[in-house]
């Protein structure tokens, strides 16, 4: 995951979560922060979210920068920094959704995961012709030395984390709807 887009797709997910655990928000009195919901999503943003998007930082910098800055000159706590806001994200997002689904008004969710999802994407699209390939700063710039991302161990990591982060998000559904199941019996 490119970090200038992992906070912009964790907070479309964090209120898409909040979202499916509906039934259990609005059941559960108190602050959020108490509820089971809340820390199965805050879970799902340090377990899985955390690592993947950091993964990329870590590993492919200047892809995961889009080779807009050579990664090599990024400062290891602003890699931290963001890493951290985009776990954050997820969370956030939750955290937004959830006095608009304890009223039951899906406008404001809504446009918490279509805006920020929507903005991703074109952000993505915008950047296909970068993210398709491999290399470092040097070699993107200097047009020398990348290779399409399908033969790379990037394209095995992004192959990779994009397997665990499906399998993670079905899994935290899964959980929140069960949480939701409960409360309906």
Not at 97 to 122: E, H, N, Q, W, Y
Not at 130 to 151: K, N
């Amino acid at each position: 995951m490119p970090i200038p887009f992992a906070p912009l797709f964790g907070l479309a997910l964090g209120a898409l979560l909040a979202w499916l655990a509906a039934p259990e928000l609005v059941r559960a009195e108190g602050p959020v922060v108490a509820s089971r919901p809340f820390a199965v999503v805050a879970a799902f943003a340090s377990l899985v979210w955390l690592p993947v998007v950091g993964y990329f930082v870590v590993f492919h910098g200047d892809w995961s920068y889009l080779y807009a800055v050579s990664w090599q000159h990024v400062p290891s706590a602003v890699d931290l920094g963001l890493v951290l806001l985009a776990a954050a994200a997820v969370v956030g997002g939750f955290s937004l959704a959830v006095p608009f689904v304890r009223k039951r008004r899906s406008g404001p969710i809504a446009a918490l995961v279509v805006a920020p999802g929507t903005v991703a994407v074109v952000g993505l699209t915008i950047a296909a012709h970068r993210l398709a390939v491999s290399g470092t700063y040097a070699q993107f710039h200097g047009d020398f030395g990348t290779e399409p991302i399908g033969t790379s161990a990037l394209g095995k990591g992004v192959v990779l984390m994009g397997v665990v982060l499906v399998l993670a998000v079905a899994w935290t559904v899964r959980a929140l709807l069960l949480m939701s199941a409960e409360d309906r019996s």
